[in-house]
């Protein structure tokens, strides 16, 4: 399975801002965005952006407002700036890549990166 390559995790206060990196294939990907996995809980939809840009993204009701995806199609990778940070947003963050439209984008993707921790601290 090709592997989508993340950065950016790490510890932060809240109210803290943190940016993610994720570099994914050169072809065949349509839709990229980020899912997260609470401590003991499922892995959830957290942000997409479709290859066209920031006209067309969708995002969970509980980052609304505070997280913004970006993406760069020249360098095949997709961002996610977090800010106002919450003790609820720590997570390990997944970015996803698929060749799907932004509608039907969604856990079954078919590019994954290995996750990376993000921590914030009260």
């Known amino acids: 399975q090709v592997q989508l390559v993340e950065s950016g995790g790490g510890t932060v206060q809240t109210g803290g801002s943190l940016r993610l990196s994720c570099a994914g294939p050169?072809?065949?990907?349509?839709?990229m965005g980020w899912f997260r996995r609470p401590p003991g809980k499922e892995r959830e939809f957290v942000a997409a952006?479709?290859?066209?840009?920031?006209?067309?993204?969708g995002y969970a009701d509980s980052v609304k407002g505070r997280f913004t995806t970006s993406r760069d199609n020249a360098k095949n990778t997709v961002y996610l700036q977090m800010d106002s940070l919450k003790p609820e947003d720590a997570a390990v963050y997944y970015c996803?890549?698929?060749?799907?439209?932004?509608?039907?984008?969604?856990?079954?993707?078919?590019?994954w990166g290995q996750g990376t921790q993000v921590t914030v601290s009260s």
């Open positions: 996803a890549a698929d060749s799907r439209r932004l509608g039907q984008f969604s856990q079954s993707a078919g590019f």
């Open positions: 050169t072809s065949g990907v349509y839709t």
């Open positions: 952006i479709s290859y066209l840009g920031s006209s067309n993204t």
